[in-house]
């Protein structure tokens, strides 16, 4: 993949987390900032999620109070690449761990992002 497709993917994903976030109607009080190549998901505990773009390595990393994650895009998802389970599975669990309550967004699996 050449840098510009990466780019598009990538913000394309960045979009879509911001939204599903900014949408999610649960009791936890989720906000959700993005800065050109990092989202940053700040819960009411204060603990938060960092989102990152890995130029270089055309990753996108996740970074929770528990753990890190490095994802690539395979096969139209952003699988990581040592759990190999999908973005939005990791992100869910992820924000449910720091919200205290089951977060579910619902997101059509294997999306296909067009230029």
């Known amino acids: 993949m050449n840098d510009y497709n ?4 990538a913000d394309k ?5 911001e939204k599903k976030i900014d949408d999610y109607n649960g009791k936890s009080d989720i906000d959700c900032e993005i800065y050109h190549n990092m989202i940053e998901i700040t819960f009411e505990n ?3 999620i960092i989102i990152n ?3 270089p390595l055309q990753q996108i990393w996740l ?3 528990k753990s890190g994650y490095h994802f690539e895009y395979v096969k139209k998802e952003w699988i990581c690449n040592r759990t190999k389970k999908e973005l939005w599975t ?6 449910s761990d720091q919200a ?12 296909t992002y067009k230029n």
Do not use: D, G, Y
């Open 6 to 9: 990466f780019h598009k993917l």
């Open 13 to 17: 994903l960045f979009f879509t987390i």
């Open 46 to 48: 204060k603990s938060k």
């Open 53 to 55: 773009r890995q130029e």
């Open 63 to 65: 970074a929770t109070k």
């Open 90 to 95: 990791v992100l869910e669990q992820s924000c």
């Open 100 to 111: 205290n309550e089951k977060i579910i967004f619902t997101v059509p699996r294997n999306i």
